[in-house]
C-alpha cells in the first residue's frame, strides 16, 4: 500500500485492470474517483494527491519547510520546538478525507 498516491496513477491502472478478474479493484477506484469528483477542487485527470495518515505529519513538515516557513530546517533549533502534530491537524482542516483499501487519506 502506498502511502501517496496520485490520481492519475489510479486512472492509469484501471486501464491494466481485466473486468472480469478484477471487479473489486475497478469498483474501488471508481468510487473514490466518484466520491473526490463530488467536492470539486483540482480535477481527477490534473492530479489530486492522497497522503496517506501514516504519511500525514511527515508532509506537513515537509510543506511548511517547502514554503519556506522555516527556513533551513535541518540545522534550525527551532525544528525541536515545533509541535509538528498540532501543525498538522491545524492542515488538516484545509483538507478533505477518504478511505481507500482500508486505509485513510488526506488530498484537496
Not at 492509469?12 to 479493484?25: A, I, Q, R
Not at 514554503?67 to 498538522?88: E, R
Given at each position: 500500500m502506498s502511502d501517496i498516491i496520485d490520481s492519475r496513477d489510479l486512472e492509469?491502472?484501471?486501464?491494466?485492470?481485466?473486468?472480469?478478474?478484477?471487479?473489486?479493484?475497478i469498483k474501488e477506484i471508481l468510487e473514490l474517483k466518484k466520491e473526490v469528483s463530488s467536492y470539486g477542487g483540482d480535477s481527477w485527470e490534473h492530479g489530486i494527491i492522497f497522503i496517506s495518515e501514516y504519511e500525514w505529519k511527515d508532509y506537513c513538515e515537509n510543506f511548511a519547510e517547502d514554503?519556506?516557513?522555516?527556513?533551513?530546517?535541518?540545522?534550525?533549533?527551532?525544528?525541536?520546538?515545533?509541535?509538528?502534530?498540532?501543525?498538522?491537524d491545524n492542515m488538516s482542516m484545509d483538507y478533505s478525507s477518504v478511505e481507500f483499501r482500508g486505509q485513510s487519506y488526506y488530498y484537496r
Open positions: 492509469e491502472e484501471l486501464k491494466t485492470l481485466d473486468p472480469k478478474e478484477d471487479k473489486e479493484e514554503v519556506g516557513y522555516i527556513d533551513n530546517l535541518d540545522n534550525n533549533p527551532l525544528q525541536h520546538c515545533v509541535d509538528w502534530d498540532q501543525w498538522a
